[in-house]
C-alpha cells in the first residue's frame, strides 16, 4: 500500500506543541513498521526551515525522493480574508501533487491547521477526493465553544470549513477513545470508520538524573527556591488555570508554604498577565506563582524528574500528552477526571474533579504528603507510561486504514497513462463573419473569406451584413447563412446607430461560435463583436479599452487623422481583412482535407476490430494478452462480434479460438477488403501498427496500445477518435530491435493489462450506446495538470501578472512533467575555461563516460553556474560537443528543471562559484536532490604557504558549505582520510551523517575526450627524448610540484656528466615567477631540459612512450594520475614518499625522500644504477582502472543506496564527530 503522509501538522507553530510532536511521533513510527508498505511524506514548500530537520528525521526510514514538497504562493491564513483566493488555488495545487504520488490513502496528520499560519490541507476541492484518513485530536471547539467561536466569526468560518473537509475523510484515526466518542456523537462516521489509534510520549521522555549545575541554574533562573509543583501546556480557558491556582491558594498552609507552583512553557503574554492577576486577587505572593516561558528539552526532562507534583487540571483533551510525558519521568501526577484524561491515568486514584476548588486542592495536598498515595501513584505512572507506545499506535493505523489498499494488479494497471491522440480533428467548426459596411467592402473581403474557407473546410460559415448587402452576400459560394443587421446608413457611416434593445435581441438568437470575426478594420463596430458569445473574438483594436479587453486576438490599429499615413492605410483593405485570417492560432487541422478511402461493407454498431501483430515484437502487446481480450469481448453481451485482422494464414493459425461465433477471423485481405471490412466497425484495438492508423483514418474509434519502443506522442494514431494506453517509461524512446534487448523486462507493454484494455473498451463503446463498468485509473501527470489548470481558472482571472507567475511556478514545481530522473554533473569551471589542469582531465573523462552509459533510470546533464546569477543552467552546447554531435550554434541554455530523486554532483572544483550558490543548493536539497561533491585535495588548507594569498579561507568556507550536503567523494583513500580528520577538527554545522567516500581515476586516455593535435618541432624533441634517459614530470608549475627541487638536482647531475634529461608538461601556475623565469632563460632548456607548457593528449602520449621514468617530485597531492598513467603504459616510476603515492602505485614505484635537490639527484644516480641493471621496481602490474571503472566506483557513492555497496569505498561520518 502507498500511504502519503501530509506532515503539515509536524511543520506549523503546530510543531512546539503536543500536536506536532504527535504529527512527527506518529509518522516516524509508521515508516519504522511500514513493512511492505510504501511510505511518502508531504511537505508544504511555504515552511521551508522545517524541510532539512524533517529529512533528517526519517533518513533511513524513507528514502528521500519519497519525501516530496509542494509549493504555491502565500500568504494564505484565515485570519485575513484577503488570502480567500490564493489559498482556494493553493488547496487545489495540493490536491493535485498528492493525485500524481498515486497513493492508495492519504494520512493527515492535523486538519486543524492554517487559521494563522499558511497551512493549506483541504479534502475534495480538486473533485472526487482521494481516500483520506485523518488524525483526530479533539472536536472542542464543536462540542464545547468558547468565547472565541462564538464572537468571532472569521474563527467561527474556520472552523465550520474544517468540519466540512473533516466529514470528506474516509476515515478518521482518533488519538483517545474519549475522542472517538466525540466524533461518533457530533460527526456522521459509523463506528466502522472511526477508530482509536490513541499516542504515546517521545522515547526522550524517561527518568533522569539531572546534572547538578544545569538544575541549580535553572532554578535560579526561573526563580524556585522551594519544592515546586509543575503545570505545563496552553492557557486556553479549557487549561482550567485559574481554578489550578485558586487550589493551590487553598491548600493548608504546611503545604502552600513550602511549595511553588511552576507554570511550565511559553505562553502568550496576554495570558501570562491575566494569570499573575488572578494569582493576586486570591492572596498569592509573586514568589508562589512562577513562569518559565520557553524551556529546552533538556531543561523540560530536569523539571519533570524534580518536581514534587504535576497536575493537568484540563477541561478537555483529545488525549492527554504532558501528564503521560511526567509519568514517563518518574514524577508523581494527578489529574482531571474528564474527556480522555483517565485513559491515559490509569488509576482513579489520581483523578479529581476539574470543576471543583476544593476537590482540587484535596487531591494536590493528598498527593504532596500521603507516601503511601504517592507510592502508588509512581508505581501506575511506571505501568503506564509502558502502555502506550509510537509503535504500538502506528500498528493500529496501519490496520484501520488496510482495507484502502489496491490489489498489485490494481496498482499496475493505475500506472498505466490513457489520452486522447485525435489531431485532425477540427476545433474551429461554427464562424461568424461581420461585414456591417458597403458593397465594395464586401467584395474586397472575398480573398480574406476565401482563405478562411480553405483553412476550415468543413466548418459553417455564418455572415453578417447590411440588408443592401444581402443579395451579394447570397451569391457569394462561402455563406450557410446571410443574416442582416442594419447599422450604417446604405450610403453614410457618419449616422450609424443601432439600439441597445435590438443588438441584445439580435446577439441572443445568433447563439454561440466557435470563432467571430469583425472584418471591419475602423473601430466603430467593434462593439457588436465584443456582444457576440464566441469562444475566439477577432477583430483590429478599437481604441476603447472597455472593448478591446472582451476581444481575444486584437490587431494593431490606429486613428485615422487627416494628412496621416500609418501602416495600415498604406495597405489595401483586401490585405487588412487577410492579416485576420493570419492572425487566427495553426492548428494542424487547418486546410486539411482526407479524402474518403473505403466505404463499410457491412455496419456493424458495435463490433470490435483486432490487430495482434505489428511486424516486430518490440511494438507488441504480448498475443496471449489479445487472445484472451477477444475472449472477453466475445463474452461480453454488448459486443455483437470481434473481428482479429492477420496478414496471411501463417499469422492467423497461431490464433485459434476453437469454435467462438463472435470471433472472426480475417487473413490475407488486399488493401481495398481490409479498409472495407474495418470501416463497419465501431471499435479498433491494435499495437503500434498500420491498423490503428487505418481504423482511425476510415473513422472507427482506434484504441492503440503502445510500449516505449516510440514515444506515443510521435506515433499514435491521429485521425477521428483516437486513444492510445502506454506507459509513461522513463527509458522512451529506446528504438531497440528486439524485446530481448530490453534490460527492464519490457515492463512498458508487459505492465498494461488485460482488465486495463478491456475496461477502456467498454468504457469507448459506451459512447456510441453500451454501459461502461466503473473502472479506476490513475490520472497521467499530463491530465492531472488540465484538471487542475480547469480548477483554478476562475481563481486566478483578476490575478496580477506577477501572482500568475508565480501560482504557474509554483505548479511546475508541484508537478513535474518529466518521468526520468536526473544527474546534474556541475562543470562550471569547464565551461568558462577548460585550463587542462589535472583536474581537468579528471573532469573531462569522467563526464565522457557518464554521458556516454549513463547510470540506469538516470538521465545525465552537465550544468554550469555563473557568478553573478542565481542557480545551474544545462550547459547544452557542451553536452552536444561530448556526445560527439558538434557545436549546436546558438542555443538557450536554460536554468536546470530538478525535482525529487535528482541528483547533483559537484564535480568541477569551483569554490567560488559553489558559495555564491549556496542558497539555490539549500533549495534543491529541501526538495529532494541528492547533493555531492567531489573533493580532489585538502592542499590549500594543508599548505595555503603554496597558495595564492586568500586561498585557504576561501577553500576552508568551500569545504564548510559542501558539508553541509549529503555527501563527498574522495579523490583518494588518502584524502578521505585527511578529509575526515579535517571534520573533526573544524565540526562544520549539519544536521545529520555525512557520508565521506573514495574513487580512483581511470588512465584509458583514449576513454577521456583527449585534445588532439602535434607541433611542427615534435619529432625532433621526441628524438632527443629518446637520446638519453628521460625523466617525466607532469603537472602544473606550481610551488608544491617539487620542480625547483628537481631543475636543481638535475643541474648537480649535468655537472657531474650524467646524460640524463628533464621533461616538464605542464603550464606555468601560480607564484612561481622566479622559477617560470629561471626556466626561460636556462642554458640547457632544449638540449637536456625540456618545456612543454601546454601540449596536446595526444602528444603528451607519445612523450611518455619516449621517456624512461616518470618523476613525482610533488609534495603534497590528492591522488597522483601521472603514476596511473605511467603504470597503464610500464613507464618506471621515482616518486616522492608521500602516502597517496603509496596508495596508488603500492610496490610498484622507488621511492625517495627529502627536499633538497642534492638529496633528489642522489635518488635519481641510484635509480639510474638499478635501471642499468634492469632491477628497478616495475610498474607492469600496478593496479589501475579505467575510466568506466573508476565512473563506476564514483558513481557507487553517488547514487543512492539503503546499505553500504563497499566499505572501503563508502564510509559515513557521524554529526557527532563533526
Excluded at 495570558?271 to 524551556?295: K, M, N, T
Excluded at 526532562?301 to 492527554?320: D, Q
Excluded at 581537468?840 to 545525465?860: A, M, N, Y
Excluded at 605542464?1066 to 615567477?1073: D, N, P, R, S
Aim: negative net charge; contains cysteine.
Amino acid at each position: 500500500m502507498r500511504i502519503v503522509i501530509d506532515m503539515q501538522g509536524a511543520q506549523t507553530e503546530s510543531r512546539f506543541r503536543g500536536i506536532g510532536r504527535y504529527s512527527l511521533s506518529l509518522a516516524l513510527a509508521i515508516a519504522r513498521n511500514a513493512g511492505h508498505h510504501e511510505i511518502y511524506l508531504a511537505l508544504s514548500g511555504l515552511f521551508p526551515e522545517t524541510i532539512g530537520p524533517i529529512r533528517q528525521a526519517f533518513r533511513g526510514l524513507v528514502p528521500q525522493e519519497r519525501i516530496r514538497v509542494w509549493q504555491a504562493p502565500g500568504p494564505m491564513r484565515w485570519v485575513d480574508p484577503q488570502n480567500a483566493s490564493r489559498r482556494a488555488v493553493a488547496e487545489r495545487v495540493r490536491e493535485a501533487f498528492l493525485e500524481t504520488l498515486d497513493p492508495d490513502i492519504v494520512l493527515v496528520t492535523s486538519l486543524f491547521e492554517g487559521l494563522g499560519d499558511d497551512a493549506v490541507i483541504s479534502i475534495g476541492a480538486l473533485g472526487d477526493p482521494l481516500p483520506t484518513a485523518v488524525i483526530l485530536y479533539d472536536l472542542i471547539p464543536l462540542i464545547n465553544p468558547d468565547e472565541q467561536y462564538r464572537t468571532n466569526p472569521i474563527y467561527r468560518d474556520y472552523y465550520a470549513d474544517r468540519i466540512e473537509n473533516l466529514k470528506r475523510a474516509r476515515h478518521l484515526l482518533a488519538i483517545s477513545e474519549s475522542a472517538r466518542q466525540e466524533a461518533l456523537g457530533a460527526l456522521p462516521f459509523s463506528p466502522e470508520k472511526v477508530t482509536n489509534v490513541s499516542g504515546a510520549c517521545d522515547e526522550m521522555f524517561t527518568r533522569v538524573v539531572p546534572d547538578a549545575d544545569l538544575l541549580a541554574t535553572l532554578k535560579q533562573r526561573l526563580g524556585v527556591t522551594r519544592p515546586f509543583i509543575m503545570y505545563t501546556g496552553g492557557a486556553d480557558a479549557r487549561k482550567n488555570l485559574p481554578r489550578l491556582i485558586e487550589a493551590f491558594a487553598a491548600l493548608p498552609d504546611t503545604s502552600r508554604n513550602h511549595h511553588q507552583l511552576l507554570f511550565v512553557g511559553r505562553m502568550p503574554q496576554s495570558e501570562v498577565s491575566a494569570l499573575r492577576a488572578h494569582a493576586q486577587r486570591v492572596g498569592l505572593r509573586a514568589d508562589e506563582l512562577l513562569f518559565s516561558d520557553y524551556i529546552s528539552d533538556e531543561e523540560l526532562l530536569a523539571l519533570f524528574s524534580t518536581c514534587r507534583l504535576f497536575v493537568f487540571p484540563s477541561l478537555h483533551e483529545g488525549f492527554g500528552l504532558p501528564p503521560l510525558e511526567a509519568m514517563a519521568c518518574g514524577a508523581v501526577v494527578i489529574a482531571a477526571d474528564a474527556a480522555s484524561l483517565p485513559e491515559v491515568m490509569g488509576s482513579p486514584e489520581a483523578l479529581f474533579d476539574p470543576q471543583s476548588v476544593p476537590a482540587i486542592s484535596g487531591k494536590m495536598h493528598q498527593a504532596l504528603t500521603d507516601d503511601g498515595l504517592r507510592a502508588r501513584l509512581l508505581e501506575n505512572a511506571r505501568t503506564q507510561a509502558q502502555a502506550f507506545s509510537w509503535d504500538r499506535s502506528a500498528k493500529l493505523v496501519l490496520r484501520a486504514i488496510a482495507p484502502f489498499e489496491r490489489p498489485r494488479e490494481s496498482r499496475t494497471a493505475r500506472a498505466v497513462t490513457f489520452e486522447r491522440t485525435t489531431l485532425f480533428e477540427p476545433k474551429i467548426k461554427k464562424i461568424l463573419l461581420l461585414k456591417l459596411d458597403h458593397m465594395g467592402d464586401l467584395l474586397l473581403a472575398v480573398p480574406a473569406i476565401s482563405r478562411l474557407r480553405a483553412r476550415y473546410p468543413k466548418a459553417s460559415i455564418d455572415v453578417v451584413v447590411g440588408s443592401w448587402n444581402q443579395a451579394l452576400a447570397q451569391t457569394l459560394p462561402f455563406f450557410d447563412r446571410v443574416l442582416t443587421l442594419d447599422y450604417f446608413k446604405r450610403k453614410s457611416s457618419l449616422q450609424a446607430e443601432l439600439s441597445d434593445g435590438s443588438l441584445v435581441e439580435f446577439v441572443k438568437q445568433l447563439g454561440f461560435y466557435d470563432l467571430a470575426i469583425d472584418l471591419r478594420r475602423q473601430p466603430d463596430t467593434r462593439f457588436v463583436l465584443a456582444q457576440v458569445e464566441a469562444g475566439l473574438k477577432v477583430g483590429y483594436g478599437s481604441l476603447n479599452p472597455a472593448v478591446d479587453t472582451k476581444l481575444d486576438i486584437a490587431l494593431p490599429t490606429y486613428q485615422d487623422l487627416p494628412f496621416v499615413e500609418t501602416p495600415l492605410n498604406r495597405i489595401s483593405i483586401s490585405e487588412q481583412m487577410l492579416a485576420l485570417v493570419d492572425a487566427l492560432p495553426a492548428h494542424p487541422s487547418d486546410y486539411v482535407v482526407l479524402p474518403p478511402l473505403a466505404a463499410p461493407l457491412q455496419q456493424h454498431n458495435r463490433a470490435v476490430a483486432l490487430f495482434p501483430y505489428a511486424g516486430g515484437d518490440a511494438k507488441e502487446w504480448p498475443v496471449e494478452r489479445f487472445h484472451e481480450l477477444a475472449r472477453r469481448l466475445a463474452a461480453d453481451a454488448t459486443v455483437e462480434h470481434v473481428s482479429v485482422f492477420f496478414a496471411s494464414d501463417k499469422e492467423a493459425r497461431r490464433f485459434s479460438f476453437d469454435g467462438l461465433e463472435k470471433v472472426v477471423i480475417h487473413a490475407g485481405l488486399s488493401i481495398p477488403e481490409l479498409m472495407q471490412h474495418l470501416a463497419g466497425h465501431q471499435l479498433c484495438v491494435a499495437n503500434n501498427s498500420g491498423g490503428a492508423h487505418m481504423a482511425a483514418y476510415l473513422g472507427v474509434t482506434a484504441l492503440g496500445v503502445y510500449g516505449g519502443l516510440e514515444t506515443a506522442h510521435e506515433w499514435a494514431p491521429v485521425f477521428g477518435n483516437s486513444y492510445v494506453l502506454h506507459n509513461e517509461a522513463a527509458c522512451s524512446p529506446c528504438h531497440i530491435p528486439s524485446r530481448r534487448d530490453c534490460p527492464h523486462n519490457f515492463f512498458c507493454l508487459d505492465d498494461i493489462t488485460v482488465d486495463e484494455v478491456y475496461a477502456r473498451c467498454r468504457e469507448l463503446l459506451a459512447q456510441n450506446g453500451a454501459t461502461p463498468p466503473a473502472t479506476q485509473s490513475r490520472p497521467s501527470i499530463k491530465s492531472t495538470r488540465k484538471k487542475l489548470f480547469q480548477a483554478i481558472a476562475p481563481l486566478v482571472r483578476q490575478c496580477s501578472e506577477d501572482e500568475l507567475s508565480q501560482v504557474a511556478q509554483g505548479i511546475a514545481f508541484s508537478l513535474p512533467t518529466r518521468t526520468r530522473r536526473a544527474l546534474f554533473v556541475d562543470v562550471s569551471e569547464l565551461v568558462s575555461h577548460d585550463a587542462r589542469t589535472g583536474i581537468q582531465r579528471v573532469v573531462r573523462s569522467i563526464l565522457s563516460e557518464l554521458l556516454k552509459d549513463p547510470p540506469k533510470d538516470f538521465e545525465v546533464w552537465p550544468v554550469y553556474a555563473t557568478h553573478d546569477r542565481t542557480g545551474y543552467f544545462y550547459a547544452k552546447r557542451l553536452r552536444s560537443r561530448f556526445m560527439g554531435q558538434g557545436d549546436p550554434g546558438t542555443v538557450q541554455e536554460d536554468p536546470i528543471d530538478f525535482q525529487a530523486g535528482d541528483i547533483f554532483l559537484g564535480l568541477d572544483l569551483n569554490p567560488y562559484g559553489t558559495g555564491v550558490q549556496e542558497a539555490f543548493l539549500d533549495e534543491m536539497s529541501r526538495q529532494g536532490v541528492r547533493i555531492q561533491f567531489v573533493v580532489y585535495d585538502l592542499l590549500c588548507v594543508q599548505m595555503p604557504s603554496y597558495f595564492a594569498p586568500g586561498s585557504e579561507k576561501l577553500f576552508g568556507e568551500w569545504l564548510n558549505t559542501i558539508s553541509r550536503y549529503d555527501g563527498v567523494v574522495c579523490g583518494s583513500r588518502t584524502v578521505a582520510d585527511e578529509f575526515k580528520q579535517w571534520l573533526r577538527e573544524h565540526q562544520p554545522q549539519r544536521q545529520g551523517a555525512l557520508e565521506v567516500g573514495w574513487f580512483h581515476y581511470g588512465a584509458d586516455v583514449q576513454n577521456s575526450h583527449p585534445s588532439t593535435g602535434m607541433p611542427s618541432d615534435a619529432p625532433r624533441i621526441l628524438e632527443a627524448l629518446r637520446a638519453a634517459p628521460s625523466f617525466l614530470m607532469v603537472g602544473t608549475v606550481e610551488p608544491r610540484k617539487g620542480h625547483a627541487q628537481a631543475l636543481a638536482a638535475f643541474e648537480q647531475l649535468w655537472q657531474e656528466g650524467t646524460a640524463v634529461n628533464l621533461v616538464i608538461v605542464g603550464k606555468a601556475g601560480w607564484l612561481v615567477e622566479k622559477l617560470v623565469a629561471r626556466l626561460r632563460a636556462h642554458p640547457e632548456l632544449g638540449k637536456r631540459l625540456f618545456w612543454l607548457e601546454s601540449i596536446s593528449d595526444e602528444y603528451l602520449e607519445q612523450v611518455y612512450g619516449a621517456c624512461c621514468c616518470l618523476l613525482a617530485a610533488s609534495e603534497g597531492e590528492g591522488f597522483g594520475l601521472p603514476l596511473i598513467e605511467a603504470g597503464r603504459k610500464h613507464l618506471p616510476i621515482l616518486a616522492r614518499d608521500l602516502p597517496v603515492f603509496r596508495e596508488v602505485a603500492q610496490d610498484h614505484a622507488h621511492y625517495f625522500h627529502g627536499t633538497s635537490g642534492e638529496a633528489l639527484a642522489q635518488a635519481v644516480a641510484h635509480w639510474l644504477t638499478l635501471y642499468r641493471q634492469g632491477a628497478q621496481p616495475k610498474s607492469e602490474g600496478m593496479p589501475t582502472l579505467t575510466w568506466q571503472a573508476s565512473v563506476q566506483q564514483l558513481l557507487d557513492s553517488v547514487l543512492p543506496t539503503r546499505q553500504v555497496i563497499k566499505p572501503v569505498i563508502r564510509m559515513e561520518v557521524s554529526a557527532e564527530t563533526e
